[in-house]
């Protein structure tokens, strides 16, 4: 059966009934609805950090030499912006270990690196920067940086501080880790690599490591030399102990418990700050101690000896009083009632 104007047969039955539907009204009112799907280009990311490694030794004079390795993949050859930390002096960019050139950028602290065409594939490129800062603060770490756009899965970062400063606090968005971790992280970042990715900088002093998952950003640490916080802390232990002289003993069992309670408390927000404290403390504490046991031992028991004597001796002159003979030239209060016995019977 032809239902068509043309004169077309539609040789698959389901597909006539649809046409049919489709062209069943000749004249209005008819609609035909089609539903039109439009496909958006989903966001894929052509470059990505596998890693990053941020190196900085501060010196106590405040100059920082900074080392940033980043393990890169990308599927195509673009231009890489390079972000420097304000009034940093760029020392050297490598490429897979070979000096790449280098262009300015749209700001004084930019600057621009070209990769090489991947023809599609997947390549794997290392990129070193290094630079120095004069006038740099450990509550402010900054390290050169690379676009937003281009997403970071790891950051480690290697701070070496002088030997003669205390870490006290740090940033909670990074995480401290223990050197057999960090050889650990480097190892897993390193594999696969065109060229060896490990440490490059040699600092002088202690190196603490820091981890956190995405982009390095800013870190900040709280550090202070051990002289002055080892003052401090002396200071303040010493002075509460020696208060401490004029109160019982029950009290001051109490005051220790609520110190113990708010480091606890501190702990943890802070935990390197009380570790630290403790750590020095522990030295004041024991002079304390001891300064505990001298007063009571000098100062306490002989007062107490003096106390118990005094309370013997008036014992004893009250024993003494009661127990003495009366004097003869007095009569006492017995023979004075037989006399008055005597004197009535005489009436």
Known sequence: MNNSPSGFQCGHLPHRRLATLAFKYSAP???????????KEATVFTTIVTGAIIEQVLARDGMCNMHATYVLATSQGDRLTITLPENAQLTAVLLNGNEAPVEM???????????????GQVARFVLEIACGLKNVSASK??????????????????????GDYLVLAHDRVFAKVHPTRTNSMIAAIARNQPIQVNLKLSGQGQPIDFIRQGAPGELSVTAM????????????????????????????????????????????????????????????????????????????????RVKLAAKCDAKRAVTDESES??????????????????EDDKE
């Open 225 to 304: 030399k051990k002289e002055i916080f080892n003052t401090i802390i002396w200071v303040i232990v010493i002075v509460a102990g020696v208060f401490m002289l004029k109160l019982s003993g029950f009290n001051r069992l109490l005051i220790v418990l609520g110190a113990a309670l708010a480091g606890g408390v501190i702990n943890l927000f802070q935990p390197m700050l009380i570790g630290a404290v403790a750590s020095v403390g522990v030295f004041a504490a024991l002079l304390i101690v001891l300064l505990w046991i001298g007063h009571w031992g000098f100062v306490k028991i002989p007062q107490l």
């Open 325 to 342: 003979p009366p004097d003869e030239g007095e009569p006492n209060e017995s023979e004075n009632e037989e006399q008055q016995h005597s």
């Open 141 to 162: 770490l900054t390290a050169p940086s690379l676009s937003s756009d281009i997403p970071t899965q790891q950051t480690l970062w290697r701070l070496w501080l002088p």
């Open 29 to 39: 009112p008819f609609a035909l609805t089609l539903p039109v799907v439009v496909q």
């Open 105 to 119: 950028g749209m700001k004084p602290n930019e600057r621009i690196v070209r990769l090489p065409p991947s023809a």
